[in-house]
Each structure stands twice: as C-alpha cells, then as structure tokens.
C-alpha cells in the first residue's frame, strides 16, 4: 500500500528558532502534497498545497512567510515553520494522492508534534 | 466551500455493542473518506467510499451521494476502537480533502 512517511515525529524547541519537517512518499510519486495542521480536540485544517516545481498554495489566513514549503522533487516535500512562538505549538500532519487528488484517496504521515517553549 | 458534518460528536459505547457514525456533505463529492485517528494522532484510512458500500472486517461503510451523506457502522465494538472517527470529502469542483468536526468514540470494557 502507499506509505507516507513523516519526520520528526515530536519536536520540542525554543521560541524564535526554526523547525523543518519532511514529508515523503515512499513507494509513490506525487505532484501534490497538502499540509494540515490540527489543534487538541479540534479536526484537521488544511495549510497549504505544496506542488512539485511550482509555488506552494496557501489557504486563507496562513502566513507564507512563517510557513515554508519546498517541494524539490516528486517524493518530497518539507514544511519550516520559521521563527516559531508558543502558539504555533500544534500537530502538524502531511498527505499525498496516489493519483489525482480529485478523484483519489489520500495517504496521510503520522504526523509531528511541535511545542515551542 | 464545502460543509462536512458528523454526528454525533461524541458517543460512548459499551464493549460489544454496534453503532453508527453519519457524516452530511453540503455539494457533490468525488472523494470520501473514512479515518480513525489513535491517542498517538495517526489517521488510519478506513475506507474510500465516494459512493457505494463496501465492509472491513467489523466495520462497514455506506455512502448514499445522491443524498449527501455517508454513514460507519461499528460492529461488535472493542476497547481498541476507541479514537475519533473522520469523515473528510474533496468536492466535485475542488482537489483539497475536508475535514468533519470528528466524533469521538470512547468504548468501554
């Protein structure tokens, strides 16, 4: 089956450092990669469309300049969450098509944990 | 866009006994999914479902799209199905999968 794979997993660091997380599709290539962020007791919300060779989308109300997204090539795609402050502690988790994302199901990382100190 | 709604958001069970989660999707779909998110965050694909029905073990999934909705139904449930169930849907006019608000199932011994 298709496995997205995520890393680091848990990641603590101090306020107005940077941190990069990086999602990989490893036994599939994808165009397109979505990031979500997910607060306790609260569903997931979609970040950004990160896409390959091309500038990532950001959805309303996200900072494109606190959240980098790069994605270099078709099985990679890393999110920096830059100068990070205490309330950008959150679950931050990726996911990528198998296929067109219109029409196909999504496979999703396990996720990191950020707490910023 | 579009509008993803479970219910009941949350729903405590006695080991053993069957339930049903629906999820209501405000547009037409090309996409539906079924997840369980663990304590440890990880979502697990349940099931693609944009139509039809389809049956994994002890759980099953129904997706009526004509209607705009989708229903789970647990089976005999365990301890280990305790955990937030998700519907999320990509829209006929997008490519970003939805979330639902989740309902969070707590199964009791």
């Known amino acids: 089956g298709a496995v997205v794979s995520q890393h680091p997993s848990r990641v603590i660091c101090k306020s107005g450092t940077s941190v990069k997380i990086e999602c990989r599709s490893l036994?599939?290539?994808?165009?397109?990669m979505f990031w979500y962020r997910q607060f306790p007791k609260q569903s997931l919300m979609l970040m950004a469309t990160?896409?390959?060779?091309?500038?990532?989308?950001?959805e309303q109300g996200v900072e494109k300049d606190k959240f980098l997204i790069n994605h270099a090539s078709l099985t990679l795609s890393t999110l920096t969450v830059t100068s990070a402050h205490p309330e950008d502690s959150s679950f931050y988790i990726c996911?990528?098509?198998?296929?067109?994302?219109?029409?196909?199901?999504?496979?999703f990382g396990n996720g990191t944990r950020l707490t910023v100190t | 866009g579009i509008q993803v709604e479970q219910s009941p958001p949350d729903l405590i069970l006695q080991e053993g006994a069957n339930s049903t989660l629906r999820c209501n999707f405000s547009d037409s779909v090309n996409n539906l999914q079924w997840f369980h998110q663990n304590p440890w965050g990880q979502l697990i694909n349940l099931f693609y479902?944009?139509?039809g029905t389809k049956q994994n073990g002890r759980l099953s999934a129904t997706t009526v799209a004509t209607e705009r909705y989708s229903l789970l139904y647990i089976s005999s449930s365990q301890t280990t199905d305790s955990g937030v169930y998700f519907c999320?849907?990509?829209?006929?006019?997008?490519?970003?999968?939805?979330f639902g608000g989740g309902t969070r199932v707590l199964v009791k011994p």
């Open positions: 996911s990528a098509p198998t296929g067109n994302p219109h029409n196909s199901p999504l496979h």
């Open positions: 990160s896409n390959e060779g091309s500038k990532a989308t950001y």
């Open positions: 999320a849907v990509v829209g006929a006019a997008g490519n970003k999968l939805t």
């Open positions: 036994d599939f290539q994808a165009t397109t």
């Open positions: 479902i944009p139509s």
